[in-house]
């Protein structure tokens, strides 16, 4: 096994290469001419791209794609948009679709393309090598390209990491108007219900819910930031939010975010379980994919060291890859031990948890 590079050091290469782009050449056959052989196929110049529906803001990918482009010549047309009406435009446009792939967050949302019907399996030892086995799905509808964890956040002053330590525990009367936490029409809350549906059962994890929800310190209003803003302004004494809300809020140009971020800390629930409940962002191969080579070259190229020291540390999230160490404020909050489950199954359980969270009056 290689020795990991400094962050430092692998930064300054992904750095370097992504300032080292030239402009992208004109790929052959990118665009038809006039002259163009009408008996040419025109899988020709549709060969020489790759389509990709994005739920990511474009300047949290656009580089990488153009350094790829750089590198193989392969034009990348991006189009961006919100994760629920990327799917819904991947399904009215069905096999018409001009999509090669699809780009979006939570293996909920990885699972609701695949129960569409608009995503195909597809086989890479490069990613199968690569990408640890919970976090891609079995049969390679869709791979994982960063991780982030799902932790507690806790008022530093007002909360001591010993009176945490699972999930189960947030249900505690201890608890009681001291949780933030966002609606249940949340993705990532849904998975969080579906990943302790698939550990504990549904008698335990709805008593769970509906204890949860007796412990919650208002209505659940706002995004994670919200939550994690909350805790600061002693709304709330504990916040549960994605680990990546966190580490941008502390490197926020925003000095009341920094602010904010400054008084919580991150404990990493289930420790001596089945550890913290983590998710992905990643990505699938569209079935009406007509670049299918290219396609699945660039999401190769994702997985790629410098890929992944690039991604992670601009979403700041985890590198799905082994190795790449993490940014210096994911480093802060130490390692963790991450829950193992198949994030495949979080996405089966949806609706269950869906519906489990509804009945426990979790808004
Ligand atoms: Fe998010």
């Not at 300054?12 to 038809?32: F, V």
């Not at 750089?70 to 189009?79: I, M, Q």
């Not at 803003?229 to 680990?243: F, L, Q, T």
């Amino acid at each position: 096994m290689s020795k990991p590079l400094p962050m430092t050091a692998l930064l300054i290469a992904a750095a370097s290469l992504l300032s080292a782009c030239k402009p992208a050449e004109q790929p052959q056959g990118a665009e038809q001419s006039e002259s163009t052989d009408r008996s040419e196929p025109v899988e020709l110049s549709q060969s020489r791209e790759v389509n990709l529906y994005s739920a990511r803001q474009e300047s949290l990918i656009k580089p990488l794609l153009d350094r790829f482009t750089a590198e193989t010549g392969v034009k990348v047309n991006l189009v961006t948009g919100r994760a629920d009406a990327l799917l819904q435009r991947l399904q009215s446009e069905g096999d018409n679709s001009p999509a090669d792939l699809l780009l979006t967050v939570d293996a909920g949302r990885l699972h609701r393309a695949v129960e569409a019907g608009v995503t195909q399996p597809f086989d890479s030892a490069t990613l199968s090598d690569v990408i640890p086995a919970s976090y891609r799905e079995p049969e390679g509808h869709w791979y994982g390209l960063s991780f982030r964890a799902r932790p507690i956040m806790y008022a530093k002053d007002r909360v001591q990491p010993g009176e945490l330590s699972t999930y189960q525990n947030l249900a505690d009367q201890n608890w009681h108007n001291r949780i933030c936490i966002r609606s249940s029409g949340n993705i990532y809350n849904q998975s969080l219900v579906a990943s302790k549906l698939a550990a504990d059962g549904e008698a335990v994890t709805e008593a769970w819910a509906r204890g949860l929800v007796q412990n919650f310190a208002r209505p659940p209003a706002g995004g994670d930031r919200d939550q994690i803003k909350a805790v600061a302004a002693g709304e709330c004494d504990i916040a549960v939010a994605n680990s990546y809300y966190l580490a941008g809020m502390l490197r926020s140009d925003d000095p009341e975010q920094v602010t904010a971020a400054q008084q919580v800390a991150v404990f990493w629930p289930n420790q001596n379980g089945r550890g913290t409940h983590v998710n992905v962002s990643g990505i699938a191969l569209t079935r009406s994919a007509k670049n299918r080579d290219n396609a699945i070259k660039l999401v190769e190229f994702l997985v790629s060291p410098e890929s992944q020291a690039w991604y992670a540390e601009k979403n700041g999230e985890y590198p799905i890859r082994e190795n790449i160490p993490v940014s210096d404020i994911l480093a802060s909050w130490g390692t963790f031990k991450a829950d193992a489950i198949n994030l495949s199954e979080l996405g089966k359980n949806n609706a269950a948890a869906v519906k489990l969270m509804d009945r426990a009056g979790w808004q």
